[in-house]
């Protein structure tokens, strides 16, 4: 499904220039990471394995979902929180290089930057992105957007935990998913 590499690169485009319009550091950073995706996503190889098309679609649904947040323009904290967790997010995509992909695969185990210390500092990124985002105006919709893409990151953990080669290892040398000392 190559086809949907050039079309969420091209989405990560639109998002880019979207967010650029705007003058905050979060928007720079959004603009920023959709920059870096649409980049890296045209960069990937083919995958060894994959997970089932319907996994696949799911993991694009994620891209998509966050865009349906309601939020005003929060506190400094709020913010700062969401900067946080956007700048952990660009880092953990740029350390994966050529291995990034929206869609679980074994495009190849990654050890360096952040998967140092956690197996999964890009959705350690994403959620604390969107706790900062919900923090703002933790509506029951956007608490269930919120529990929408905490659900396919689940799914997303699940398939890449299986698919790619040499976790198993990995998981022993690492043993934090997402906080390190914590979880």
């Known amino acids: ?12 485009a639109a998002l880019a220039a979207v967010n650029l ?7 720079a950073l959004v603009a920023l990471q959709a920059a870096a995706a649409g980049t890296l996503i045209l960069a990937h190889g ?4 994959e997970a089932p098309v319907r996994v696949r679609l799911l993991a694009w649904a994620a891209v998509a979902l966050p865009l349906l947040f309601t939020a005003p ?25 050529e291995a990034f992909g929206v869609a679980p695969a074994d495009r190849g185990l990654v050890q360096r930057g952040p ?6 500092p890009m959705y350690a990124g994403e959620s604390l992105t969107w706790l900062g985002v919900v923090s703002t105006l933790p509506s029951w919709r956007n608490l269930a957007l919120l529990a929408c893409l905490l659900a396919i990151m689940a799914v997303r953990v ?5 698919l790619i080669a040499g976790y198993a290892a990995y998981r022993n040398e690492t043993p934090w998913r997402f906080v390190p000392g914590v979880f």
Not at 1 to 12: E, H, P, T, V
Not at 77 to 97: F, H, K, N
């Open 1 to 12: 499904m190559r086809w949907l590499d050039y079309l969420g690169a091209a989405f990560s």
């Open 21 to 27: 319009q705007s003058p905050t550091v979060l928007s």
């Open 46 to 49: 083919r995958p060894h394995r």
């Open 73 to 97: 323009k929060g506190s400094l904290w709020t913010e700062g929180v969401a900067a946080a967790g956007m700048a952990l997010t660009l880092w953990a995509m740029v350390s994966l290089r």
């Open 115 to 120: 998967y140092r210390w956690v197996r999964h």
């Open 158 to 162: 699940w398939w890449e935990e299986r």
